[in-house]
Structure formats: C-alpha cells, structure tokens
C-alpha cells in the first residue's frame, strides 16, 4: 500500500511539472532547418487542433516492483487538465490543474495538495496550460520559445538553461517531431521523458525516468479530439488532510 501511494504521488507531480532521455541521434537530417529560428517557427506551427481533449492510457510503474495502473486525462484547451489514476477500478489519485493552480488528491493516504502554477514553473518553464498539456501530446510548448536554445543540427537537440538547470529537446526529422525532453539539475539529478511514435497524431508511448532509475510507461489506449460530455468532477472529502504540494 505505501508503495502504492509513492507512485501515485510520483505520477501526479510528473503530470504536473511535466517533467522530461538521453538525446538521440536523428536519423535523417535532410529535413531539419539550419537555424534555431527557422526550427522554432517549425515547431510552433505544428499545434494540435482541439477544445476538449480526452486520453486514456495503459500505465506500468517500474520501481522495486512492477506495478500496472489505468490513467484517464481530460483537457479543456487553455482552461483545465483533469487526471484520474487508479488500479483494478479503484482510484487512488485525481488531479486537477487550472491556469493557476493545481491541487492532488491522494486517496490512500486521504491527503489533498495544493499549490500556485508559478511554484511548480520553479521545476519546470511551462507557462500556460497549453503548454503543459503539449509536454504530454509530443508538441513544442510555445512559451518556451523566448529561451535562449542553441540548436546542434548534428546532434538533432535543442539546448538552453532555465535557471540553474539545463533543458534539452531532442528532434527527429521525416516527420520533424519531438523524440525526447531531458532536466538536468544541478544536483546532478536528470529527469527524462521520451516518446515512441505511432499511427496517432500524438505519442503512442511515454517514457518518465526518474533520477532513481524508476520508470512509469505510458501506453496509448484512447485519443479522442474533441470528445463531448467531459466531466471535471473534484470534489475533496472533508475528512482529507490539507497540505502544500510543494513548499516555496
């Protein structure tokens, strides 16, 4: 159970922070542009076009023990993302993000989190709701675009620092696509999230990697694009713990 409710918690922050593998090397680069400019003005055009967005996916924890969930999102462009994890029909966390705020209930251990947007920015440069929510459908977030990236054609990466971190994007070509993010901290700490292609206009596969190794794995079941009858429902029992998701 308190294994359960670690990887519960860890899974509603990376959602949260979006938190980005190691780069890899393109396989073509016929198609890349030769300046920074001309490839972020790629990037940002390449927007997905929706209102309501609903995703369900098949999810597996890898820690100590192997650990298989169900994760629905739901998104309401620029306004709302809506999480719900859980095992074999029961939910063990629901998450809700607005433009500014995100609050987590973790029902194992009865405890809802709060904070401020600009607090989990401290993480990660994700500036609106659009922007977080294209961490998760493999697009370039646009607010990232006024950092000062330095594009390696060679290696396929976009780099830049972010405080006293530093961001790396790495790019395929033949389609141009995102294929990974990578956090380095400067404690030495990476977080790193890769994306598998497939047939979807969105990732078929997500990859987290912790700084502990641990991995949560991501597999694609539903995308559907303007879905109809969403429901962002978060009501906190009154008996739940109240406590700061992160502390300033």
């Known amino acids: ?10 899974l509603g922050l990376l959602l949260f922070m979006a938190c980005p593998r190691r780069a890899r090397k393109v396989s073509s680069k016929a198609d890349l542009p030769a300046t920074t400019e001309a490839l972020l003005a790629r990037l940002s055009a390449d927007q997905l076009t929706y209102i309501t967005l609903a995703l369900s996916y098949k999810g597996t924890f890898l820690g100590e023990r192997r ?10 462009k620029d306004s709302l993302i809506w999480l719900s994890a859980g095992l074999f029909g029961i939910e063990g966390l629901r998450g809700l993000v607005r433009s500014d705020s995100a609050f987590l209930i973790q029902r194992l251990e009865k405890v809802f989190y709060y904070t401020a947007l600009d607090t989990l920015r401290r993480l990660f440069p994700a500036y609106t709701l659009s922007d977080m929510a ?31 971190a530093q961001l790396r994007a790495t790019l395929d070509s033949a389609p141009l696509r995102l294929t990974s993010w990578e ?4 404690t030495g700490a990476t977080l790193v999230l890769t994306y598998e292609w497939g047939t979807h206009s969105i990732p078929s596969r997500i990859t987290v990697t912790l700084p502990s190794e641990e991995k949560i794995l991501l597999q694609l079941l539903e995308f559907q694009p303007h879905a109809t009858d969403l429901s962002f429902a978060f009501r906190v029992p009154s ?8 502390i300033k």
Do not use: C
């Open 183 to 186: 956090v380095s901290l400067p």
């Open 1 to 10: 159970m308190h294994r359960l409710a670690k990887f519960t918690l860890i």
């Open 134 to 164: 294209n961490l998760l459908l493999g697009r370039w977030p646009i607010g990232l675009g006024s950092l000062p990236w330095h594009w390696d054609i060679k290696n396929g990466t976009l780099t830049a620092p972010y405080e006293q």
């Open 67 to 76: 650990q298989n969930f169900n994760l629905r999102i739901q998104i309401l």
């Open 239 to 246: 008996d739940y713990k109240r406590q700061p998701l992160l």
